[in-house]
């Protein structure tokens, strides 16, 4: 027996695990530093594990009242009403519904490239194709409307990512503003804010007041510090929030992520100490490595080392683990996500050892 035709569906390749690259190297794992996958270097909230183990004895009942919760308590913080939050599994999850709501086979959508791998798998689960516009590296990969627009053909979802991984451009509001102006009324233009919290620029919400073609995607993955617990959420417009029922794969947000996501949602100093410590990582590596880099509203930076496997290997063996950006096409750079202050300066030192 065989499944179906999957040639089309290539597999997610993650940032490499510290379990993983501690046991290939015979290296102790705590000896490891793994700046590669985007996560929070401070771990969760304490407030959050402390409210998993609490919930811990209640894991026998399905989570119903803790979505509930979460989701008015995301209501509130937003400003809109219960049914415009979708919860769901990740900032992965809002992709997978969106493409479910909004995408019929045969559909196309428009990506960026490079981009995040799992915009055209989800859509290509829906049997959509996937076009794509290009973030040109001799323009800094700066987004504007026009080099969104400029492969646009009636797509039914625009992806635009900001900051953008993993090149940490951004697009300010006004321009998702024309791209949505300018795209047909039944094109969804799908923000992806999963690293919003790390930049001042302001956020998409308030085109959600005017518009019925905007989605706004938000994760607890990277500022709260929970990308195990799987947890993130969409912001839809009223219009046509009651679709989240139809394509809700039931209880997929488990209660520990729910309990937890609150917990955190309340926890500021965790959030400020993060994205404090994030803000100074990027001007640290801007200032002291010794490769280009690029202007980053994220959690992370990409830099120019020459060839980015051979220095992300060399980097590995000293013990620190930094982000290939082969697969996304950039053959010469590595993504370096921001540690702590000491962290960053190791990932710093041990790069510019072994940058030839
Ligand atoms: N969007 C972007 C741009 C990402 O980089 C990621 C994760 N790396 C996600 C969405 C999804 O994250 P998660 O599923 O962990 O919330």
Redesign the pocket.
Known sequence: MEPRDLSMHTPYRAGRGVEEVARELGLDPDDLVKLSS?ENPFGPSPAAVEAVRDAAPTVHTYPKAEHTDLSQMLADRWDVAVEQVWLSP???GVLDYLARAFVDPGDAVLVPEPG?AYYPMSARYRDATVDSYRLSREDDFAQTPETVLENYDDHRIVYL?TPH?PTGSEIALDDIETVAERTDEETLVLV?E?YAEFTDAPNARPLLDDREDIAI?R?F?KAYGL?GLRL?YALVPAEWADAYERVNTPFAVNSLACRAGMAALDDDEHVEKTVETARWARSYMHDNLDAPTWESGGNFVLAAVGDGTAVSDAAQREGVIVRDCSSFGLDDCVRITCGTREETKRAVDVLNEVIT
Do not use: M, P
């Open positions: 985007n990740g900032g992965d995040f990512t991984n992806d999963a995607l994760t993955s990308a993130g």
